[in-house]
């Protein structure tokens, strides 16, 4: 038996009645699948780094994924995302023949949205005990007050969290104002002048995409409190959600 789904993009994927193997293409979504259907995955990324233990072949990374090797693994739905993969190789792998169901996730509410429809009506287990979770997390209230952050995601050349932005919605729920959240661009092109400019309470540095530490990005700000983040905990849809709440209003508090 077969079945026809839309994806995220309102793409028809057509799947088995039953999905017995996947292929991610996302880190965030790999542990997802892994946490909740364990033995469903065949094949990740080489940044899929959740769960540590995960054993499956690795089909380079998110940009460059091993096409042809996917194909000759043939499995039943292969996970990408909007955002984290190029269209050309999701092109790719359906014109081989690949079912590839692609998310698209650009807030908190819609990342839950997203994954309960991945992993209950794709993946067919119950929804699991860690997005319920999750979900309670993040229903909490947001905070009356929070300080005005800028997000750089990456240097050289610089690049900031903008608005429509999944990040960019966890800072808001958690009171913060993203201080180039009007700025043109999902993710605007900027220089540590523009940073300065903006006047931002706090420079927030997530240890990736880029890996921002205490040795590599705070020294570009040197009259703004700055603050290195779990990016896990900014940029990830996941069991990370659980923490992800905890984890950043820490950090807001201590430097804001």
Known sequence: MARTVLDDLGHPVRLPDRVETAVSLVPSLTEAIARTAPGLLIAATVWCTHPADLAVERVR??????????????????VANREENRERHVLALRE??????????????????????????????????????AEAVWSAPVPERGPRV??????????????????????????????????????????????AAAAPDLVVLPDEPYRFGPDDGPEAFPDLPAVCVDGRALTWYGPSLTDARDHLAAALRGRS
């Open 150 to 195: 800028a997000v750089p995601i990456w240097r050289n050349p610089w690049m900031v969290i903008g608005g429509d932005t999944f990040s960019s919605d966890v800072l808001a729920r958690l009171g913060a104002v993203n201080v180039f959240a009007d700025a043109e661009g999902r993710y605007p092109r900027v220089t540590p002048d523009v940073i």
């Open 96 to 133: 081989a023949g690949m079912p590839v169901w692609v998310t698209d996730v650009r807030t908190v509410a819609g990342a839950f949205a997203s994954l309960r429809r991945l992993l209950t009506e794709v993946c067919g287990p119950p929804a699991p005990d860690w997005l319920a979770e």
């Open 61 to 78: 990374g998110t940009k460059n994924p091993h096409v042809a090797r996917i194909v000759e693994l043939a499995p039943d739905v292969v």
